[in-house]
Protein backbone atom coordinates (compact mmCIF):
# COMPACT_ATOMS: atom_id res chain seq x y z
CA UNK A 1 0.00 0.00 0.00
CA UNK A 2 1.25 3.11 -0.87
CA UNK A 3 1.99 5.61 2.17
CA UNK A 4 0.56 9.01 1.29
CA UNK A 5 1.38 12.60 3.51
CA UNK A 6 -2.09 13.95 3.25
CA UNK A 7 -3.65 11.56 5.20
CA UNK A 8 -1.64 12.44 8.32
CA UNK A 9 -4.17 13.48 10.50
CA UNK A 10 -1.72 16.02 12.45
CA UNK A 11 -3.33 19.22 11.55
CA UNK A 12 0.12 21.01 12.08
CA UNK A 13 1.62 18.49 9.40
CA UNK A 14 -1.42 18.02 6.95
CA UNK A 15 -1.49 22.46 6.95
CA UNK A 16 2.06 22.44 5.32
CA UNK A 17 0.77 20.23 2.09
CA UNK A 18 -2.78 21.84 1.37
CA UNK A 19 -2.87 23.89 -1.22
CA UNK A 20 -4.58 27.31 -1.15
CA UNK A 21 -5.53 30.04 -2.93
CA UNK A 22 -3.48 33.54 -2.28
CA UNK A 23 -5.57 36.06 -0.48
CA UNK A 24 -3.27 38.72 -2.28
CA UNK A 25 -3.11 37.82 -6.02
CA UNK A 26 -5.93 34.42 -6.41
CA UNK A 27 -3.04 32.61 -7.98
CA UNK A 28 -3.92 28.83 -6.59
CA UNK A 29 -0.13 27.79 -4.87
CA UNK A 30 -0.01 23.72 -4.59
CA UNK A 31 2.78 22.01 -2.54
CA UNK A 32 4.14 19.87 -5.31
CA UNK A 33 6.70 22.25 -6.70
CA UNK A 34 8.03 24.05 -3.10
CA UNK A 35 10.74 21.54 -2.80
CA UNK A 36 9.94 21.47 1.46
CA UNK A 37 7.25 21.00 3.26
CA UNK A 38 7.45 24.71 4.12
CA UNK A 39 5.02 25.78 1.06
CA UNK A 40 3.25 29.07 3.39
CA UNK A 41 3.72 31.74 0.75
CA UNK A 42 2.55 32.10 -2.83
CA UNK A 43 4.85 31.56 -5.21
CA UNK A 44 3.80 34.24 -7.70
CA UNK A 45 3.60 37.67 -5.43
CA UNK A 46 5.60 35.49 -2.55
CA UNK A 47 2.67 37.37 -0.19
CA UNK A 48 1.92 34.70 3.04
CA UNK A 49 -0.85 34.77 5.62
CA UNK A 50 -0.12 35.60 8.87
CA UNK A 51 -1.30 31.98 10.66
CA UNK A 52 1.65 31.13 12.89
CA UNK A 53 3.54 32.99 15.95
CA UNK A 54 6.24 30.53 14.67
CA UNK A 55 6.78 28.56 11.54
CA UNK A 56 4.36 25.80 11.26
CA UNK A 57 2.60 26.26 14.78
CA UNK A 58 -0.59 27.83 13.12
CA UNK A 59 -1.13 29.61 16.31
CA UNK A 60 -2.02 33.03 15.39
CA UNK A 61 -5.84 34.00 14.72
CA UNK A 62 -4.91 37.46 13.09
CA UNK A 63 -5.17 35.71 9.55
CA UNK A 64 -3.39 39.12 7.66
CA UNK A 65 -1.65 39.33 4.82
CA UNK A 66 1.75 39.15 4.92
CA UNK A 67 3.52 40.96 2.53
CA UNK A 68 6.79 39.81 1.50
CA UNK A 69 9.26 42.98 2.14
CA UNK A 70 12.61 42.15 1.37
CA UNK A 71 14.97 39.36 1.46
CA UNK A 72 17.75 38.00 4.20
CA UNK A 73 20.55 35.72 3.19
CA UNK A 74 21.67 33.22 6.08
CA UNK A 75 25.11 32.47 6.79
CA UNK A 76 24.95 29.40 4.70
CA UNK A 77 23.74 31.04 1.41
CA UNK A 78 20.19 30.07 1.95
CA UNK A 79 17.70 32.93 1.03
CA UNK A 80 15.23 33.87 3.13
CA UNK A 81 12.10 35.84 2.32
CA UNK A 82 11.02 38.81 5.25
CA UNK A 83 7.42 38.74 5.42
CA UNK A 84 5.61 41.74 7.33
CA UNK A 85 1.92 41.35 8.30
CA UNK A 86 -0.35 44.26 6.83
CA UNK A 87 -2.54 43.85 9.58
CA UNK A 88 -0.69 43.52 12.76
CA UNK A 89 3.00 44.08 11.68
CA UNK A 90 4.61 41.19 12.63
CA UNK A 91 7.69 39.83 11.05
CA UNK A 92 8.67 36.66 10.08
CA UNK A 93 11.52 35.05 7.92
CA UNK A 94 10.49 32.44 5.75
CA UNK A 95 12.89 30.22 4.08
CA UNK A 96 12.57 30.39 -0.07
CA UNK A 97 10.59 27.39 -2.06
CA UNK A 98 12.04 25.70 -5.26
CA UNK A 99 9.25 27.32 -7.33
CA UNK A 100 9.24 30.95 -6.19
CA UNK A 101 9.15 33.41 -9.11
CA UNK A 102 12.62 34.24 -9.88
CA UNK A 103 11.77 37.71 -11.38
CA UNK A 104 9.96 38.62 -7.98
CA UNK A 105 12.38 37.42 -5.72
CA UNK A 106 14.99 39.54 -7.45
CA UNK A 107 13.18 42.16 -7.79
CA UNK A 108 12.46 41.97 -3.68
CA UNK A 109 16.01 42.11 -3.55
CA UNK A 110 16.92 44.56 -5.88
CA UNK A 111 14.36 47.04 -4.31
CA UNK A 112 16.85 49.12 -1.90
CA UNK A 113 19.14 49.61 -4.88
CA UNK A 114 17.18 50.49 -7.88
CA UNK A 115 15.59 53.47 -4.82
CA UNK A 116 18.04 54.58 -3.25
CA UNK A 117 16.96 57.58 -0.81
CA UNK A 118 20.33 59.45 -2.13
CA UNK A 119 21.09 60.95 -5.99
CA UNK A 120 23.10 57.68 -7.14
CA UNK A 121 25.54 60.69 -8.93
CA UNK A 122 26.62 61.31 -4.87
CA UNK A 123 28.44 58.15 -5.20
CA UNK A 124 30.47 58.92 -7.94
CA UNK A 125 31.57 62.28 -5.85
CA UNK A 126 32.72 59.62 -2.70
CA UNK A 127 34.57 57.62 -5.59
CA UNK A 128 36.23 60.46 -6.75
CA UNK A 129 34.38 60.62 -10.39
CA UNK A 130 33.17 57.81 -12.58
CA UNK A 131 36.57 56.55 -14.42
CA UNK A 132 36.34 56.76 -17.75
CA UNK A 133 38.68 54.69 -19.94
ZN1 LIG B 1 -0.02 35.56 -4.47
ZN1 LIG C 1 -0.84 39.78 11.77
Avoid at 52 to 81: F, Q, T, Y
Avoid at 85 to 94: L, P, Q
Wanted: hydrophobic content about 35%; some cysteine.
Amino acid sequence: MKYKRREISNFQTQACFDQFICNNCGYLVVPEGAGSSHRNHCSQCLSSKHVDHLPGDRASKCSGIMEAIGVWVRKNGEWAIIHRCSRCGHISANRIAADDNPIKLMSLALQPLARPPFPLNDLGHLEGGVQHE
